[in-house]
């Protein structure tokens, strides 16, 4: 059975379900954005929908894949091929996630401008993604990334909720709080394993946050 970079071996397997509950969530969260915007014709609420739907297909991405790299492959062929092919696995699941991801925070982020040119969103993107794919150490350089537009992302939410003072505003806010340190940590998991398990930990906090809003909305507007 294989074990994934970074993740310690007691954690392995449960980092997987806890990427499928992020995927959940995710969705879930973009379901209901674009179910607002279908009444309100708010664009925020579209991209912020599209944002959570690139976030989500990202963690479920990386779940799948994550899942048959640590189930091993099929163990009539050769050490060598099946080496092989779990690396490929992984670097699929990877890479494919960290695409979609950059895609959804960065498109959050260009959000929180309120400026309607898709101009800024591409440089944001394009940046990024740049910035990764010519890195010797992508995964290192993408927690970078996302740390960056995250710390912007959660100054939005905080502001938000400074101004409007209600629970469904702190909820989000904290969440978006919870997720940068998460993702933060993941800066680290060269050094140390421990924190892949532990910013995957706060990622978790970040999400039941999330879903406690989305709860809280459906209950307003049932």
């Given at each position: 059975?294989?074990?994934?970079?970074?993740?310690?071996?007691?954690?392995?397997?449960?980092?997987?379900?806890?990427?499928?509950?992020?995927?959940?969530?995710?969705?879930?969260?973009?379901?209901?954005?674009?179910?607002?915007?279908?009444?309100?014709?708010?664009?925020?609420?579209?991209?912020?929908?599209?944002?959570?739907?690139?976030?989500?297909?990202?963690?479920?991405?990386?779940?799948?894949?994550?899942?048959?790299?640590?189930?091993?492959?099929?163990?009539?062929?050769?050490?060598?091929?099946?080496?092989?092919?779990?690396?490929?696995?992984?670097?699929?699941?990877?890479?494919?996630?960290?695409?979609?991801?950059?895609?959804g925070?960065?498109?959050?982020?260009?959000?929180?401008?309120?400026?309607a040119?898709?101009?800024?969103?591409l440089?944001?993107?394009?940046?990024?993604?740049?910035?990764?794919?010519?890195?010797?150490?992508?995964?290192?350089?993408?927690?970078?990334?996302?740390?960056v537009?995250?710390?912007?992302?959660?100054?939005?939410?905080?502001?938000?909720?400074?101004?409007?003072?209600?629970?469904?505003?702190?909820?989000?806010?904290?969440?978006?709080?919870?997720?940068?340190?998460?993702?933060?940590?993941?800066?680290?998991?060269?050094?140390?394993?421990?924190?892949?398990?532990?910013?995957?930990?706060?990622?978790?906090?970040?999400?039941?946050?999330?879903?406690?809003?989305?709860?809280?909305?459906?209950?307003?507007?049932?």
């Amino acid at each position: 059975m294989a074990h994934l970079p970074f993740c310690p071996a007691w954690f392995s397997g449960f980092d997987i379900i806890l990427q499928s509950v992020f995927a959940i969530v995710s969705l879930l969260v973009s379901l209901l954005a674009f179910r607002v915007h279908r009444a309100t014709s708010a664009k925020p609420a579209r991209m912020f929908g599209l944002s959570f739907l690139a976030i989500g297909l990202s963690y479920l991405i990386q779940a799948l894949f994550n899942l048959l790299v640590w189930s091993g492959t099929d163990h009539s062929v050769c050490a060598s091929i099946e080496q092989l092919t779990e690396s490929i696995l992984y670097d699929i699941g990877l890479y494919s996630h960290m695409a979609l991801m950059t895609a959804g925070l960065a498109l959050l982020a260009y959000m929180t401008f309120r400026v309607a040119k898709a101009r800024i969103y591409l440089m944001l993107l394009s940046v990024a993604v740049v910035a990764i794919i010519t890195s010797r150490n992508p995964l290192a350089v993408f927690a970078m990334v996302s740390s960056v537009l995250l710390a912007f992302i959660a100054w939005h939410f905080i502001g938000n909720w400074r101004e409007h003072r209600s629970a469904l505003t702190l909820l989000v806010a904290a969440g978006f709080l919870f997720m940068l340190v998460g993702e933060a940590l993941l800066i680290f998991t060269y050094e140390d394993p421990l924190f892949y398990a532990v910013g995957h930990l706060l990622e978790m906090v970040a999400y039941l946050l999330m879903l406690a809003n989305l709860i809280l909305v459906i209950r307003n507007h049932g």
